[in-house]
């Protein structure tokens, strides 16, 4: 599995990016560590089995404003 944001691949980074898969669903994500303004846009998960076979699935991410830390 790979996550892509503007036709480039996010490197599973920690503590950054991270990558996550919650077993035995199959479910899938993306955690991203600290959000800004350019994280906005669409993210692409690719998924391939053992077989080859690919399959997709994007969400669009919206960075409203940021947060004053407390």
Known sequence: MVWVKENKIIPNSPP?????????????GLRIADVFLEDAGLYICEAYSAEGSEITCWCEVDVIGMMNPL
């Open 16 to 28: 950054d990016f991270i990558y996550f898969e919650k077993k035995p669903d199959g479910i899938y």
